[in-house]
Every structure is written in structure tokens, then in C-alpha cells.
């Protein structure tokens, strides 16, 4: 990793994660449900969406305090969403990062709620923020219910359900994951610029950032089950193969996935360039990325 | 019913109920996804929320355009709710309002995503609504997101499934109904007041008024419970002694549930006073609410 972003990481990260803690913790809240949010906002992870909004707006020499409550929020949106991802009647898992996942480490019932309390909580949040005029908060509300909600992530993961065991085009695989994972990837990228001061053309150039950066982050995802390190990934190499799940090196081999997330890198760091942002921490941030190894 | 309450429910309700069911069918979304959101949403129901919203409106002389997105939003909210309320981990319900219960129509997960696309998509409904400015969008989001969220109905939801079984307190028993119903009738009379245009001490009156609505409400169910007519109802009567459930009359004996109502019901009466709106629709509103035979 780039040494910039290296420092970068470090020293927002704990400032993300302390913000996000405090935020759930203050509420004045049934104490079940408020175990269960704090729970799995504190299961760690790697704070890669919040990460990605700052970074974006530290780009457009916006400062962090400004964005902070957005990113949290988003962070929010997507602890939510593996929350629900993981019930026995979606993915059913048991463990995530190591530790239980809401539900086996409560019940059921308390994890659905705990879900659609943080969803919620999210926009409350946004909508309480400070530093945001009424025009800026209206517009990052409306995204992030559009990356978020039917039209976004819950699309992809309706649509990712329902291609279980079949065999995927790369366009309809690329589609799943560009709703699924790549909309809320987009929003941190377009709105940090945003709330940093980003001018039209550059939004637009930093939405093709964003979705060029979810596809990578996908195509890497599929390469590390390959030959990925399985201590570092922190779960069995092999699984997509075992739960016959449509992937890049499925479809185009191992080779054919490492050059196609190539061309991703290089489409990426074009569009950086139309957003004036060619030697940004975004330009590490996406090789990162592409060569994560967890 | 009064005769002009008849005729504004009559006048409303379908409006209510076409506008409602245009904006979900004209998502560009997966049709599983759709067809959930639309199953559910066209379930019936009697719209009261919404309902509510409008009178409440029109009462300071609103127009009920400006009003309407903000109403069908609240209505998908209240939907999201039943969906993942009747889920197998939560209430295990597999008939409502006569018909299968989402999950039993569809499957689990569609239904866990069906009430997520629902609750996000609220959001943006009113972030886009083209009468409200950026300042009104804002307190209404805001508003939506604290009563529908951990810090109400979310809160009351989660409070009510750890109070099965157990004798409680009416303090108790009133606190859950509040944040677990209350609240939604509560934002519908206060936000259909100030988009009509009260001002803030008549704001303050009619929180008072949805207060109390939403308790009459509460034990007018409970008394129907137990007097009511199953075939009006839709449901056996006893239920609730059956559950085990707390309610007005187990703590209070039928005719003080009735004498409480009573109470309420002026109380509600005094808040209208203090509104300005002593002769309006709000006063036939909560009258029918506390005579209501289903």
C-alpha cells in the first residue's frame, strides 16, 4: 500500500469508527436493540465506503468534519445490509469476521430489527447534520436512498438471489454487482467529492470512478477465492467454486479475470484524469484495491 | 360516521390508494421485487395514516397535492412494518387482512426486501416531491426517520417482543403503544398541520392530539377484542386473553378501558381547542376512531 494512503487509513479510520460508535450509543433506546446495532457496527471491517467518501473529499480539499456524519451514515446502510444478508432465509451464515453474525449472536427477530433501525437511523443522521445546507442534505438523502433502495442495493441482492445456481452472462453478473455492491461504492465516491466542492464535470467523471472501482473490488473478491492467502481472507478459498457462484475466473478463467480487472485499473485512473484528480489519493486508493490481498 | 368524514374518506381514499400504487409500479426494479412491494400495498387496508395526513392538511386550508407524496410515503412505511412484523421470527402471521401474509405469498427473503425497499424507497419519495422546499423536505425526512426509527416505532416494536408473556404496568403498556403505533399517527397529524401551514403553537397542540389519537386507538382495538364483532373484525375475538396478551381491559376491567377512552378522548378534544381546529375533520376523525366497530 502506497504510504500516503497507508497514513490515510490510519488516521481516519479510528476517527470513523469512534464517531460511529458514538453516534448508535447515544440514543436514548431499548437496550436489546442498542446491544444488537452497537454489535455489529463495532464487528469491525475494513470502513472501506466511509474511507472512500473522505478520501473523495479530501481530494476536492473538503474537510473531513464536513462529510464525517454522511460517511457514518453510509457505513450505517451497509452494517444494515449484511445484517439482513446474513438471516437463515438469505445467505444464512453464522459467522462473519470471525464473530457470530446479529442473529446467532441474538435472535432472529432482533436482528431484523436491528437492521431496519440502523437503515432508518442513517437518514436521521444526514438529516441531522450541521455543516450540510437544506439543498445539500435533500440531495445526498435522495442518492442515498436511490444507491441504497430498490433501485440499488436491495435490487442487486433480489436479483442475486434469484441467480443462484444458474449460469450468468458477464453482463448480468456485472450488473448484480454493480447494484449490489457497486451503488453504494458510487455514492461514497460522488458525494464526498459533492460535500468537497467537486464541479459537475467531475462528478460525472467520478461516477465512472466509482463504478470501474466496484468492479475491481468484485474481480478481486473472485480472484483471492482463487488463489487467495486463506488466513488472510479470513475464510476457505474454493467456496465460490463448492456454492457454484457465478464468477470473473469462471466465466473468463484466471487469466481472462486478471486482465479484465487490468482494463478496469486503467478506465478507472481515465476517468480520474477527466476529474482532475490523476495523482489523488484515489489513484491509490483503486490500485489498492485491485491488489488487496484480503 | 359523520357525513362529511364519510365523504373525505370516499373522496381520499382512493386517490390515496392510486397514487400509491403508481409510484411503486413505476420503479425500473426486478420483478420479484415489484411484484412484493405491489402485493402488499394493495393488501387493503384503511389507509388511516394517510387519511389522517390529508384532514389534518386541509384543516389549515392545505391543498392535498402538497401533502399526498409525503402521505403514500408514510404509507409505505406503515407497510414495511406489517411486512416484517408477520415474518415467521417475528409474529409468524400467515394471513392478513384475509389474505397470505407477504412471506407466505412469496418467500422469506423476498419479503425481508420487499419491507427494506419499501422503508428506503419512503425517503426518496419525498426527497423528490416537487412541492415541498429543500427546508420543508429536511424537518419532514428527519421527522419520518425519528418516528419510524430506533427512537420510535423500531424502538416500541423491539420493547413489544420482549413484553410477551409478561403482566405490565399501564405506564408500560402506554409506552409501547405510543412508540410502537402512536408515533406514526402522531407524524401524520403534525406533518399534514405544518406542510398545511400551522403555526408552531398549533404544531404543539395537535403532537397532543396524535398522543392521545393513537391510545384511543390502542383501546379501542383491545375493547373490540373483547365486544367486538369477529365478522367486522376480520379475526376471532379472545385473542388477546389467549395471547396473553396486555391490554386495557385485562388491566382495567372493560368499563374502565371504556371510562379511560373516554377520557382520552376529551383530552384529544382539548388539544383541537388549543389548534385552532375545534369544529374540524380532527374532531370527527378521533370520534370515529373511538367508535370504530372493525
Not at 183 to 193: H, P
Amino acid at each position: 500500500m502506497a504510504q500516503s494512503l497507508t497514513s490515510f487509513f490510519k488516521d481516519k479510520e479510528e476517527r470513523i469508527t469512534e464517531k460511529l460508535i458514538d453516534t448508535v450509543a447515544k440514543l436514548s433506546i431499548p437496550e436489546t436493540l442498542k446491544e444488537s446495532m452497537l454489535y455489529s457496527i463495532q464487528a469491525g471491517g475494513k470502513r472501506l465506503r466511509p474511507l472512500l467518501m473522505i478520501a473523495s473529499c479530501e481530494s476536492y480539499q473538503g474537510r473531513d468534519e464536513h462529510v464525517l456524519n454522511v460517511a457514518i451514515a453510509l457505513e450505517m446502510i451497509h452494517t444494515y445490509s449484511l445484517i439482513h444478508d446474513d438471516l437463515p432465509a438469505m445467505d444464512n451464515d453464522d459467522v462473519r469476521r470471525g464473530k457470530p453474525t446479529n442473529h446467532r449472536k441474538f435472535d432472529e427477530a432482533t436482528a431484523i430489527l436491528a437492521g431496519d433501525a440502523l437503515l432508518t437511523y442513517s437518514f436521521d443522521v444526514i438529516a441531522s447534520d450541521l455543516h450540510l445546507t437544506d439543498q445539500q442534505k435533500v440531495y445526498i438523502l435522495k442518492r442515498l436512498a436511490e444507491a441504497s433502495g430498490p433501485k440499488g442495493m436491495v435490487a442487486g441482492q433480489s436479483l442475486d438471489m434469484h441467480a443462484e445456481d444458474e449460469e450468468l452472462s458477464l453482463d448480468h453478473l456485472e450488473r448484480i454487482h454493480q447494484l449490489k455492491t457497486g451503488q453504494l461504492l458510487e455514492f461514497a465516491v460522488e458525494i464526498g467529492a459533492y460535500i468537497g466542492g467537486a464541479n459537475d464535470e467531475e462528478l460525472y467523471a467520478l461516477r465512472d470512478y466509482g463504478y470501474y472501482l466496484g468492479l475491481i473490488f468484485q474481480v478481486q473478491d473472485d480472484i483471492l477465492d482463487v488463489i487467495g492467502d486463506q488466513e488472510l481472507i479470513g475464510k476457505p478459498i474454493g467456496s465460490d467454486e463448492i456454492n457454484k457462484k457465478s464468477t470473473y475466473p469462471k466465466l473468463l478463467g484466471l487469466e481472462g479475470a486478471i486482465e479484465k480487472k487490468k482494463h478496469y485499473l486503467v478506465k478507472a485512473k481515465e476517468a480520474l484524469v477527466k476529474a482532475n484528480l490523476s495523482t489523488s489519493l484515489l489513484e491509490s486508493f483503486v490500485t489498492h484495491i485491485s491488489e488487496r490481498d484480503a
